[in-house]
Each structure stands twice: as structure tokens, then as C-alpha cells.
């Protein structure tokens, strides 16, 4: 039983691994002569990332979830120092489902095997945080209410939303404001402003 499992760990390494070939080959063409190289050089890479256990990217129209995963892609990179083209490439490995098929419909469009990472982050605002996306996100802000919610998880999504919506609430004080108007009045009355000096703070509960 336990030689059947580590066959499967390491079928699950190699399936990994020539996924990754197979991506290099749709925008890079044959391999066949470099494919040791590549595999050699990449299966330490993605082993190493798998175990950081990132998140697999499926694609959204929540402006959160992108940067989410994005940030947590970045510092993954960051912290095993991974340079170049090569934070593309290991990024890219996580994508599924809908972004892969943007990423795809971008490989035919340019040679991203050349592709810089300010680049890629580029493409990917362009695609998931456009002008619409933000207007939308935006607006959802600006009329956010608690409505049915308890106020932790209104509180929560304020936050959410107030990342993509910072020139609506610039200050400590219009960001309050902001947060207790939309609150159920009943709320908004009981809610205590703490003022310390001209500086104003969120509602203490």
C-alpha cells in the first residue's frame, strides 16, 4: 500500500511536469531536442511551489479574488527568488478553467515565452481589473449598505470593496463616515466615533 502511494505521489510529479512541457510546446513549438533541459530544470521549480501550496486561479469577476491571488502568487515568487520569464511560466501553471483559455487566446496573440513579469501583471489587470471592472467595483462601494448582513461581515466586505474605492474614502474620517452611513440606522446610532485630535477612526463596537 504504501509503494502504491508513493507511485502515485510521484505520477502526480511527472503529470505536473508534463503539463508544463506540453505549455512550452503550444507557444514555443517542438522541444524534442531541449526537453531534458527544460524538464530538468523546471521540476525542482514547480516542487517546490507546489509545496507552498498556492491557489489555482480559475478566473472571476470578483476584483478581490484577482488581487488575492495575484499578491499571493508574487510573494510566493518573491520568497523562492524566482527571476525572469520563470515567474510567467510558474504563475501560469495555476490557472484554470476560464483564465486558462485567456491565457491561451494570449500566447497566440504574442510570444509570452519572452514575456517580463510587469508584463503579465499588466495583461492580467487589463483583462480582470479594466475600466468596467472598476466602475462596477466602485459603485458597489459607493452604495453598499448593511442590509441583511450582521455588521463583522458588512464590516468585511467594506474593507474589500474600500481597497478598489480608495479616492472615494482618502482620510480616516470620510472612511467612518463612509462606514456609518451605510449601517442599519438603528446601528448607526449606537455606534461610538472615537475622535482623538482632528483625526477621526473607525466605529468602535
Not at 176 to 196: T, W, Y
Request: charged share 30%.
Amino acid at each position: 500500500m504504501k509503494e502504491a502511494r508513493r507511485k502515485d505521489k510521484k505520477g502526480m510529479k511527472d503529470k505536473d511536469v508534463a503539463f508544463c512541457i506540453m505549455e512550452y510546446q503550444k507557444v514555443s513549438g517542438p522541444l524534442r531536442d531541449t526537453i531534458p533541459e527544460i524538464f530538468n530544470h523546471l521540476e525542482p521549480l514547480y516542487e517546490s511551489i507546489r509545496k507552498q501550496h498556492p491557489l489555482v486561479f480559475e478566473g472571476s469577476a470578483d476584483p478581490w479574488k484577482e488581487e488575492q491571488w495575484m499578491s499571493m502568487m508574487g510573494s510566493i515568487l518573491d520568497f523562492m527568488q524566482v527571476e525572469g520569464d520563470d515567474r510567467v511560466t510558474c504563475a501560469t501553471h495555476m490557472v484554470r478553467d476560464d483564465a486558462r483559455i485567456w491565457w491561451e487566446v494570449i500566447s497566440q496573440e504574442k510570444d509570452v515565452t519572452a514575456m517580463t513579469w510587469a508584463e503579465f501583471l499588466q495583461a492580467f489587470s487589463d483583462k480582470y481589473y479594466n475600466v468596467a471592472v472598476q466602475a462596477s467595483t466602485v459603485d458597489e462601494f459607493a452604495t453598499l449598505t448593511q442590509g441583511n448582513m450582521i455588521v463583522i461581515e458588512y464590516a468585511l466586505k467594506f474593507d474589500k470593496l474600500a481597497k478598489f474605492a480608495e479616492d472615494l474614502v482618502p482620510t480616516n474620517a470620510t472612511r467612518a463616515d463612509q462606514f456609518v452611513r451605510g449601517l442599519k440606522p438603528m446601528i448607526a446610532r449606537d455606534v461610538e466615533i472615537v475622535s482623538v485630535g482632528d483625526n477621526r477612526h473607525m466605529p468602535k463596537f
